[in-house]
């Protein structure tokens, strides 16, 4: 087959490791911080302008999951800190979702964790609107 060299890879990770897996928020936060410098590494070894971008993890129903989002969401700012200052011409871009979609509800999330197609497509909307300025 051929190969594929992306401009840009979104990132939303961490949502079943704060609810169902039981990770703590420190290990999660570890977790991206690993897995948004293994995508940097091969994404400038591929294309010096790959993009990266960081989403907050959505609301979830259970109480201890949502508290867990809170936490990680929290800490996703100082991550992308740490990873401009190291490479300010590649700078990862941070798309909130959360704020986006809200708190959890029955309405936007009928199944308990998955969005339905009204918050898909306004999630879509935003994503597209932060990356415009960058698409050429």
């Known amino acids: 087959g051929g190969s594929f060299t992306p401009k840009y890879t979104v990132v939303m990770a961490g949502t079943n490791d704060l609810n169902n897996v039981g990770t703590p928020v420190p290990q999660a936060l570890t977790d991206i911080t690993t897995l948004i410098n293994n995508l940097q590494t091969r994404g400038a070894q591929t294309d010096a302008a790959h993009r990266i971008v960081l989403a907050s993890v959505l609301d979830q129903q259970d109480p201890t999951g949502s508290a867990n989002v809170a936490s990680f969401n929290a800490g996703l700012p100082s991550i992308i ?16 979702a959360y704020t986006i979609a809200g708190p959890w509800s029955a309405a936007i ?11 898909y497509a306004t999630l879509g909307h935003s994503l597209y609107t932060l990356l415009a300025p960058f698409i050429p």
């Open 81 to 96: 800190a740490t990873f401009n200052a190291a490479n300010p011409s590649n700078e990862i871009i941070f798309w909130d």
């Open 109 to 119: 999330m009928p199944d308990g964790a998955h969005p339905n197609s009204t918050l």
